[in-house]
């Protein structure tokens, strides 16, 4: 077993991302680790990245190749992903030991297995495109790792005695990101997870997602794609609690100052029929958490909603294509 000086966790992967990028790589990895610097950064904050991961690349269109009994089955990841071939993907696969806190290995050592996917586009707006996702990408890495070793820490007991090859002692991270749409005015990505937490039964996953006007050269959230009114906001819960025989939309109660605030913090991606609405399997915000905890999401095809759609926002775009 490799041993490795543990590290404090940072909030953010960029406090370390300087280390990262300093560290002196074998010559013809070198470029690949830099230009990951942000991502392997997360992870250095553990143990070394470049030590411990390999790096290779593919395309957006590739088959997600599902690994893990905790993640969902291989083509329920919601949206299509985009076939154009000018959209690669990073695939980053790491072993990394950590002792966590300064505790001994045998008190509270842990493996993490992380195989992280994302997608990066090249063209318009590519450069900062593409450092929004590798933040977003080392975000959900270090929040993951945060939040693992806090559980181990609280949970008033140790390791002590359990052997170095059991499944207590091991935690993964599986990110899965794919590109849903992309042409030359809107580019779309989700990040999905599946996440095991070391010495637990059950554990949180992590979602982010980026929405792109390529014309105005911004970044874009659900406010911007709807009319932002309770109107809208009705029809929309009204659809994802359609067929609860229980729910009543007029039950509801939204203060007028919430429906902004909902509408903004709520995830969704594009495809080229639809808007997807996505949550966390803990779903605990947004416009439906409890209909929409469990990894549920919500597919609206853009036909069907017409008449809450901002024909002044990004989607204009859509109109126009």
């Given at each position: 077993m490799k041993d490795f000086a543990p590290r404090d966790l940072v909030a953010g992967a960029l406090l370390v991302v300087l280390v990262v990028a300093a560290t002196v790589f074998v010559d013809s990895d070198r470029a690949v680790f830099e230009d990951e610097a942000v991502v392997l950064a997360a992870i250095s904050a553990v143990a070394p990245a470049e030590e411990n991961c390999d790096i290779s690349y593919g395309l957006n269109s590739d088959e997600i190749v599902i690994n893990s009994e905790f993640e969902r089955p291989p083509g329920t990841i919601p949206g299509l992903s985009d076939e154009d071939d000018t959209i690669k993907t990073v695939l980053i696969y790491c072993w990394v030991s950590d002792d966590v806190h300064w505790a001994t290995w045998d008190q509270w050592g842990v493996w993490f297995r992380l195989r992280v996917r994302y997608p990066l586009k090249s063209g318009s707006h590519a450069e900062e495109v593409n450092d929004l996702i590798r933040r977003d990408v080392a975000a959900m890495i270090s929040q993951y790792l945060i939040n693992a070793r806090d559980r181990l820490n609280s949970g008033g007991g140790t390791l002590t005695g359990v052997p170095d090859d059991s499944s207590?002692?091991?935690?993964?991270?599986?990110?899965?990101?794919?590109?849903?749409?992309?042409?030359d005015s809107l580019y779309s990505v989700g990040l999905y997870s599946s996440a095991h937490d070391p010495d637990s039964n059950t554990s949180e996953n992590y979602l982010r997602t980026l929405n792109y006007d390529l014309v105005t050269g911004e970044r874009f959230r659900l406010t911007d794609f709807l009319h932002p009114s309770r109107e809208t906001l009705d029809a929309l819960v009204t659809l994802a609690y359609f067929g609860d025989p229980w729910f009543d939309v007029s039950s509801q109660k939204f203060r007028h100052g919430q429906i902004g605030e909902k509408l903004r913090e709520q995830e969704f991606t594009l495809t080229a029929d639809a808007f997807v609405l996505?949550?966390?399997w803990d779903c605990n915000k947004g416009i439906a958490p409890v209909q929409m905890m469990n990894g549920w999401d919500l597919e609206i095809r853009y036909g069907d909603f017409a008449d809450y759609l901002d024909p002044d926002g990004p989607y204009r775009h859509i109109l126009n294509n």
């Open positions: 207590a002692r091991y935690g993964f991270l599986e990110i899965d990101g794919i590109a849903s749409l992309m042409n996505h949550c966390t």
